[in-house]
């Protein structure tokens, strides 16, 4: 029998075969990597390939022969189905005749990239742990007295080598029909390699998976197409848990006064999800039947609680875990059966200590501090912060205790980030008049037809990025001192510095509500900025640095804040600004990379165990950086070129650095 | 450091260790099976040994050596608190000090033998799937952020050297309350040595199994300690799904007439076994907490409608089974986690083929023909008649369709067994006068007292023993002809003997209700054993064999009819008498050994796979030996023997063949 010389570009694999042998059948010989979910049947199209366009002679191939059989009736068939760009052809029906270069083109391998657009961090490689099989199924007879599974089993060992597999109960119990209505074809869901998670009648292609960030505030889904990679639908909303009380502690508190309202708040948590979910597929227009994983992500009491465990051992020393290891569920332990497949699978990142949760795991995996050489500091900031630092060689993590100021709470005119809060502020170094944006309008307070544009909503108050920059502008502006006080004798100069008591405040809109800088607010977001310098500083003494190479801002706030000005007041360490970045919701971003990529769920695991972690309520140098830390700017003092800085870029987007697919956010 | 020597017994394992060195520690480096739940710490007493009564000089050590460390205040208490017999000694506080023969008693080793009543079969070693490991877990501190789950496997590493533990959800809900209700001492159950199922605060060293067999008519259950494999208590139940139809194709006829009937008829097999869980561990005072596992057996309808699975398709050829292979699940997946531990796990055997069920994969793994070189042939008699047969070469398997007529069902004064139904019976051979006994009362019929004996029950009917007898009596006596006739020739002897229509009939028991043999019974009782030995015979054919050398009858009615009259009548094939055994409920003894050995899963999980299945219903020959068995006897006329007989056995007792522990029965 004659052979014939292949190349597959770009993997550069080459081989000789039988004249005859099948193209997709020559690539897993020679361990190409080609998609396929169909098995060859030219029913799903991942196989395609480019010929006709190597390079020949670079590969030493004589161009003149004839190569492949021609086009067949099936790819015609497949191409007015589906369509088929000229030059493609499906492998799986192309018979090898001659030597030829056969060009795989991203979307057709197994583990195609996804392009993330921040050029900074890793792309991921798709590679999800639950991967379809479409097979063809002998009928029993009488003379076979096998069980459909066995004969499902042996389908899956003959045309997928897949063996030792098992079978969920649920898949049992619909196989029978399953395999009827299909005539014998189906196409069967395997779980990590080994396990039937879900059959369904015929030839199935796309199924979905849920990635979650679940906040103390807000709880964020994506649903994404577990072959492409695409976000196809987003949606975001309030946590329910909110009537159990705004912040962290006091849900943990609700639960030590109401023994059991542990329950409450996980069911609450748990319809929230399944709500979600039936949300993003109806918005992407997927049968929730076909949602097959999910990740979830959380810090440690909303881990707790979404699992259904009392949180109380977090609410006081020593804060005890009852696990930080990764979880892998099914659906139906979460009481998630109905909102996806019921042989979903779910993945809950690793915990790294009992403040620094799933939700900084998340964020490691997105931003891969661990991966790099230079030194990273990543900063999630919320109730509390959970900071981490470090490069390839060793990595630190810690909780710092900011409170709620950043996020708008405790601050006499302070809300939650929502239309009608001021988000942007500018202070007129002369005339220390303000001007400010708020969220939902486009236009400035002093631009003509502000009222109009901000119409009944008004401006309602002011939230956590608003409170940095009126405060970085006052202080640039020298209305607060160094040492954060509002100084009276400003009153001079402006009429909105005004008495308060025996300290004075800063009018920064005369309305309804009127919104005021007090005294009381400088130094409860003094207290917050010292805590999450503290807490940063104090890895960075662990650690062994004098400053960091790279600091990355992960978090809603993360997002929205101006980085200049969180400089300006000393949040973070100094950096070179161009190395200041916002992550965007990298927490969401890690669970969604644990969502496409099974390798990553190890490598998260593995990175989150040699994280050092730091206490800081029993380190006593925590103290003394968070006393150094309070005033405006710290004492580091190279923050001074700053105070030249005219053009402050204008405000970033809300949304994360992943745009892909259709997408939509509620403010809540 | 000097060293001594220990020889242990029975095992005569032996080794030199330090003197100081644990008794127990040292029997665990020479791998003697030596059982501990309390990890050493004088708790459990499963470590217990005999010490001072080697023949020492055996094993060349000289006696006049000090050997052992003293008698401990921790061995006093624990002899104050739970007994301690003479010369014994609790290996975990007793120190090698010199050479010593140390016997390790049947009780203290892990793998020790359960004592089966009957000769022929083998011995249970116990070596259930459940194991318990107490263990003392480091309190977190502030030092410490490592979660409470991962504190207790590196207990349960460093103290038991189990690695690679996980833990189930439900078992992390409840782990902090655990930990600090037991003073970071807890008790951990481990399923299949990887996973952990349960954790008790404190020294918990008793779980439990439950070993069901699921019969069409009723459910029987055994409670089994897990450590011992005593059947603690036992009980059984009417299935609930008669009221859904009496036998196996009327349940599914109700399925195919009545789309979801299957959900009822499961939600009814479930509620069933919940409640006998609770029954027999209220009677062995044990709580449902502590049921750590299950076995069920059944055959392949109740199987399906165990598992939630339609059993339409077992209906109607090809008898597709949804699957054969075993199965191991969660209690929750059947809905029995308020009936158990909620980290029960269930294993349900495997089936055969699509009319011979895992109630036969049972028998078959109590009987063990496949270790055996004579060849056996075991039969479990119900709706159908599922029939093995084989040596340690080679297994055959089919269903013969018997009908109900064995159960006493289809027949004119048939009932099932139970108080009032008469199940035995002899007829004189010059008067043609029947005597008979009814179930619930020792007299005959013809003994004085029998009236007053049977009270207020009377005679109700006949079940399946009590048919076979007094056709084989009719037979014997010449009532009744070879081809199957009631002889009217008779009536001049008898006015038993009595016209009906065109046949004749004959009058066991004049009472309310009158008792008549009649000619429709007796081609019921012909058609149904023509089956049983025609599928006997085709199994025989296909092996090769003209002879068996043992026959099992398995199941209720195979304990109940005397094997000498169902020889009379041809049921089963030629076979020294003696070599034919009634096997009990084999297939709840099969579940049993599946319960309390592990190994046992596998070895019939293997042997099902290499067993050859025969479906009768595409065998021709089928039909000719069934055309050929309808007479009685049949033709080989090598029963002729038999006729001989003149004193037959007096009734065997319904219970099976184990009788450890406490057990109850009710009579369905």
Redesign the interface.
């Known amino acids: 029998m004659s052979e014939a010389l292949v190349v597959f570009t770009p993997s550069g694999k080459r081989g000789r075969f039988p004249v005859g042998t099948k193209l997709l059948e020559a690539a897993r010989r020679l361990g190409v990597d080609i998609d396929s979910v169909c098995g060859g049947r030219a029913l799903c199209g991942r196989c395609q390939v480019n010929v006709g366009e190597g390079s020949f002679a670079k590969h030493g191939i004589d161009s003149s022969a004839e190569r492949l059989s021609g086009f067949t009736a099936t790819e015609e068939r497949y191409r007015s189905r589906k369509g088929l760009a000229a030059g493609r052809r499906l492998s799986c029906q192309t018979l090898l005749e001659g030597d030829v270069v056969i060009d795989v083109p991203p979307e057709s391998q197994v583990h195609k990239q996804v392009v993330r657009k921040r050029a900074e961090v890793r792309e991921i490689a798709i590679d999800p742990m639950t991967t379809l099989h479409f097979v063809e199924v002998q009928e029993?007879?009488?003379?076979?007295?096998?069980?459909?599974?066995?004969r499902l089993l042996e389908a899956m060992r003959t045309q997928w080598q897949l063996e030792g597999l098992s079978?969920d109960?649920h898949v049992?119990?619909g196989?029978?029909?399953a395999l009827r209505k299909g005539a014998w074809k189906v196409t069967a869901a395997v779980h990590g390699g080994n396990r039937i998670v879900a059959v369904w009648p015929g030839f199935t292609d796309r199924i979905y998976g849920l990635a979650v960030d679940i906040g103390s505030t807000t709880i964020a889904a994506h649903l994404c197409d577990l072959a492409s990679g695409e976000v196809v639908a987003s949606s975001g909303l309030m946590n329910p848990q909110i009537r159990f009380g705004e912040d962290l502690m006091s849900r943990v508190s609700y639960v030590m006064m109401n023994p059991g309202g542990e329950v409450e708040m996980t069911a609450a948590v748990r319809e929230a999800l399944a709500s979600l979910a039936r949300e993003v597929a109806k918005e992407a227009g997927v049968e929730t039947d076909k949602i097959m994983d999910a990740v979830f992500v959380g810090n440690p009491v909303m881990h707790h609680l979404l699992?259904?465990?009392?949180p109380?051992?977090l609410g006081g020393?020593?804060?005890?875990?009852?696990?930080?290891?990764a979880?892998d569920?099914r659906a139906?332990?979460l009481g998630l059966q109905d909102a996806m497949n019921r042989g979903a699978s779910i993945y809950v990142l690793p915990?790294i200590?009992?403040h620094v949760g799933a939700d900084a795991a998340g964020v490691v995996l997105s931003e891969t501090p661990y991966l790099r050489d230079e030194v990273s500091l990543v900063v999630d900031v919320g109730t509390n912060a959970e900071i981490v630092l470090g490069n390839k060689n060793k990595l630190l993590a810690c909780s710092s205790p900011t409170g709620p100021a950043f996020e708008g709470a405790q601050i006499s005119g302070g809300q939650r980030a929502a239309p009608g809060a001021i988000e942007r502020v500018r202070i007129d170094r002369e005339t220390l008049e303000p001007r400010f944006k708020v969220i939902g309008c486009d236009l400035w307070s002093d631009e003509a037809g502000f009222a109009e544009a901000i119409g009944r909503t008004g401006v309602t108050g002011i939230c956590g990025s608003g409170i940095i920059e009126v405060l970085a502008e006052m202080f640039l502006a020298g209305i607060v001192s160094k040492d954060g006080v509002i100084d009276g004798g400003m009153a001079g100069r402006t009429a909105r510095v005004q008495p308060e008591g025996r300290t004075f405040s800063y009018l920064l809109h005369d309305g309804e509500p009127c919104i005021r800088i007090t005294q009381t607010d400088v130094r409860a977001i003094q207290l917050a900025k010292a805590a999450l310098y503290a807490g940063s500083k104090l890895l960075m003494e662990h650690f062994g640095v004098e400053q960091v190479d790279r600091v990355m801002l992960a978090g809603a706030f993360g997002s929205h804040i101006d980085t200049t000005y969180a400089m300006v007041l000393g949040l973070i360490p100094d950096c070179d600004l161009n190395k200041v970045q916002a992550a965007g919701n990298a927490a969401g971003t890690g669970a969604r990379i644990a969502l496409l990529n099974r390798a990553a769920r190890r490598e998260i695991e593995q990175v989150v165990e040699r994280i050092e972690?730091i206490?800081t309520?029993?380190e006593p140098k925590f103290q003394q950086h968070f006393v150094e830390a309070m005033a405006f700017p710290h004492k580091t003092g190279s923050y001074v070129h700053l105070t030249k800085a005219v053009t402050l870029p204008e405000p970033k987007e809300l949304a994360g650095e992943e745009g892909e697919g259709r997408r939509r956010r509620r403010r809540g």
């Open positions: 029993p007879d009488m003379h076979d007295p096998r069980g459909d599974l066995e079978a109960l049992l119990q196989l029978q029909k699992l259904g465990i009392d109380t051992e020393a020593p804060f005890a875990l009852a696990l930080d290891s979880l569920l139906a332990e915990c200590a009992g972690k206490e309520a029993i």
